[in-house]
T-cell receptor
Framework: DAKTTQPPSMDCAEGRAANLPCNHS???????VYWYRQIHSQGPQYIIH???NNETNEMASLIITEDRKSSTLILPHATLRDTAVYYC????????????FGPGTSLSVIP | SAVISQKPSRDICQRGTSLTIQCQVD?????MFWYRQQPGQSLTLIAT?????????ESGFVIDKFPISRPNLTFSTLTVSNMSPEDSSIYLC???????????????FGQGTRLTVV
């Protein structure tokens, strides 16, 4: 079973920040939080990952709580192309094991 | 990174027939996986494709229905056998790799094969 829980769906106005929450209360010490997204009819695409510090790249920011039991993916200026299903996953950074997906959050960016 | 090519990208098949999906990776990889994504659902792991030995199937998936081949470290096939409309899904290939001189692994996914069974 997936180790994360996410809201099934969210809406966001175009140009506004999209904040996608994820709970991972059973995360272990060596597990990282990864985010992927799946745009319709495509394979999942890596967005960002982190251990305990906040991370930022050209796509998004990741805020992880101090106790590491939850995190938030932030898309700072959502566009219509960000409409997708977003998956929060926990896994070891050095693991070659399979990736287990939960239901994810379906984000709709509205004009 | 790893570039994954899946063929075919989509197909419409008659019930009772079989379809073989190919997954080609641009580099040698140890771990390859096959997923199914039913309409409106998340990805579900079918099996781990092991090079040189039988695939490892997840609960609910059997070799007779989803035979998998892994002849080398860059290629794998998934066959959907004796298809029924319930097999209509997207089937995705995935690999987990580490860049050279790096222990950090990354997961990559193909674009999927959209299968419709009529």
């Amino acid at each position: 079973d997936a180790k994360t829980t996410q809201p099934p769906s969210m809406d966001c106005a175009e140009g506004r920040a999209a904040n996608l929450p994820c709970n991972h209360s059973t995360i272990s010490g060596n597990e990282y939080v990864y985010w992927y997204r799946q745009i319709h009819s495509q394979g999942p695409q890596y967005i960002i990952h982190g251990l305990k510090n906040n991370e930022t790249n050209e796509m998004a920011s990741l805020i992880i709580t101090e106790d590491r039991k939850s995190s938030t993916l932030i898309l700072p200026h959502a566009t219509l192309r960000d409409t997708a299903v977003y998956y929060c996953i926990v896994r070891s950074k050095t693991s070659y094991d399979k990736v287990i997906f939960g239901p994810g959050t379906s984000l709709s960016v509205i004009p | 990174s790893a570039v994954i090519s899946q063929k075919p990208s989509r197909d419409i098949c008659q019930r009772g027939t079989s379809l073989t999906i190919q997954c080609q990776v641009d580099s040698q990889v140890t771990m390859m996986f096959w997923y199914r994504q039913q309409p409106g659902q998340s990805l579900t792991l079918i099996a781990t494709a092991n090079q040189g030995s039988e695939a490892t199937y997840e609960s609910g998936f059997v070799i007779d229905k989803f035979p998998i081949s892994r002849p080398n470290l860059t290629f794998s096939t998934l066959t959907v056998s004796n298809m029924s409309p319930e097999d209509s899904s997207i089937y995705l290939c995935s690999v987990v790799v580490a860049p050279p001189l790096n222990t950090d692994t990354e997961a990559f996914f193909g674009q999927g094969t959209r299968l419709t069974v009529v």
